[in-house]
């Protein structure tokens, strides 16, 4: 696998177009690749930025979360919240290199990474090309903020599913399925960086096991995607706590 990196300008509120910043410093390419876009700037690009003088972050967040809690459970004062089918913080609203913004994720992910793979694949003039949305997070009891999970995908198969196939010795794997998008974004995430590298695109190629479509994401794949609560294998610990029911509506 080849993860490339690749530099823009600094991309402000005055950047209104995500195909245009693509069209600007994307390589030429190839086919059966996959195109990671930071959520930042779709967000940016999307006009999703509210100045940080003008709300209150702790209602911003509360409203853009599915659940959250409050700062005072966080021993580093930090609101942890539920959005997107996944545990982050401070319902991914970052304001790292925004110039006094606070940016939100893109209003609909999966509509932008879908509206993205069309037009690469029409420019591009390539059949098998795939996009991801990236946002960073942390996992419990590891140090480090790292591409957990993606926003949203496009273009290829997210899970590649083990169930039922023999292992090594012959015995069938009962509940192991690859998350390829998000492996795909921790690898696209790791390196554009997460400090003042100014790369917020990465081509990702030679990814044999990349299970390629042809098309956006089905309703029903995408409903595979998430784990309902009751089925998580973490759901003891995430129903230890009171959550807070947040704005955001799914």
């Known amino acids: 696998m080849k993860v490339t990196s690749v530099k823009t300008k600094k991309i402000t509120q005055k950047d209104t177009d995500i195909v245009k910043i693509l069209d600007t410093y994307l390589p030429c390419l190839k086919d ?4 990671s876009v930071t959520s930042k700037i779709v967000a ?48 991914g609203i970052d304001e790292s290199n925004t110039g006094g913004y606070y940016v939100l994720w893109p209003k609909d992910p999966q509509a932008s990474a879908n509206k993205i793979r069309e037009h690469l694949v029409k ?18 009891l590891r140090w480090g903020q790292r591409g957990v999970f993606v926003l949203a995908h496009s273009g290829f198969s997210a899970l590649n599913s083990y169930i039922g196939k023999p292992d090594v010795f012959g015995r ?30 990465a081509v990702i190629e030679d990814i044999p096991f990349v299970k390629f479509q042809q098309r956006n994401p089905t ?32």
């Open 172 to 201: 069938p794997f009962k509940m192991t399925s690859a998350a390829i998008a998000d492996a795909l974004g921790t690898s696209a995430v790791l390196v554009m960086g997460e400090g003042a590298e100014q790369t917020p695109l």
């Open 123 to 140: 420019k591009h003039r390539k059949k098998n090309l795939g996009v991801i949305i990236t946002d960073t997070s942390s996992v419990p």
């Open 44 to 91: 940016i690009s999307e006009g999703r930025m509210i100045l940080e003088k003008e709300t209150d972050k702790d209602k911003l967040i509360a409203r853009e979360a599915e659940y959250y809690l409050p700062r005072t459970s966080s021993k580093y004062n930090v609101m942890l919240t539920i959005k997107g089918n996944a545990v982050n913080f401070s319902s």
């Open 219 to 250: 309703k029903r794949e995408l409903a595979k995607l998430k784990m309902p609560l009751a089925d998580d294998l973490y759901a003891p610990l995430l129903k230890a706590v009171k959550w807070r029911k947040g704005g955001f509506k799914t």
């Open 32 to 35: 059966r690749s996959v195109v």
